[in-house]
């Protein structure tokens, strides 16, 4: 269980570009979520309620998008999906991969800023 | 109300990340090859270490941190390698992060190094978020563990670098398949190096320690 960490510096970060905005109100972030980030969504979600508390983002939500797994497929020659995170070959041709193009995010992307 | 979307686009282990960087630079420029193990806890990490660090210790300069939530039971008992060990203990926090490291590091010359182990806390699911500046991460799983260890927990085989599977000796007695164990391991993770053991009987440890001096004298050549 390290979401409660990852969402504390969520917050601290979020805090931070906030200060920068204001008077503007943080009213969302938006993270994205890589599958092999190591970092589950709905705890990740429930960590963030309480990190958000007594902080300037109390009441600021969570957006989450997730990120699927692709690779660089040698066959194929472009980005794949995978055929799953247990599977991985490319969800198009079958070679097995190695090379991860997409898939390991945990990145704050955005900030939704109101008056 | 209008509402301003601003990009921002920072990682949020960016701290992690910044100081996992600078370990990762001070071991390259010491010359000491850093490896690190996770596995679920009970998986053999501390037996294969003990006896790594007593085989290695022979010829080479080897250390070890090992991290913990409570105790320093293992230190004191890698200690008895005759290695310099210490102990991470992290309190409440799962994992070890790249700063916990670099504290720990302390006042180690690293120069007067060759090999460093650095033991996670057991824990298969929060380490692989976390990068400590290793050069070699191994996943140990153990053969009473099951066979489909890898394909319940495939992103830690996929932030490790190799697979150890340990207690090879109790294989038989636990049914334990080695094809489908190798299988499952591949299909998280395709082209992986696997490694089987047993630190007890001794059986796999030659190759073992051959495979991981062969990787230290690659990492400095």
Redesign the interface.
Known sequence: ??EL??AM??VE?ASE?AER?AP?RV?AV??KLGQ????VKEALLSAFELAREQSPLAECALVIDEVPITVACCRCGVERPVVS?????CAICGE???D?VHGRE?????????? | ???????????????NDVVARELREAFRRAGVFVVSMVSSPGAGKTMLLERTLAALGRDCRVAALVGDLATDNDAQRLARSGAPVRQITTGT???LEAEMVRAALGDWRLDELDLLFVENVGNL??P??YDLGEDLRLVLFSVTEGEDK??KY???F??ADAAVITKSDLAAAVEFDGTAARRNI??????MTILELSAKTGAGMADWLAWLRARAVEARA
């Open positions: 269980m390290h960490s990852i510096s969520i970060m570009e905005h503007e009213t938006h993270l092999l980030s190591g970092v995170w247990q599977e991985f070959r097995p991969a190695e991860i945990l990145e704050v992307s955005a900030l939704e800023l109101q008056p | 109300m209008t509402t301003r979307l601003v990009e921002v686009r920072q990682k949020v282990l960016k701290q926090v799962c994992h699911v929060c692989s978020s890898p394909l495939p992103t830690i996929n932030t591949l299909s998280v993770r395709p082209g």
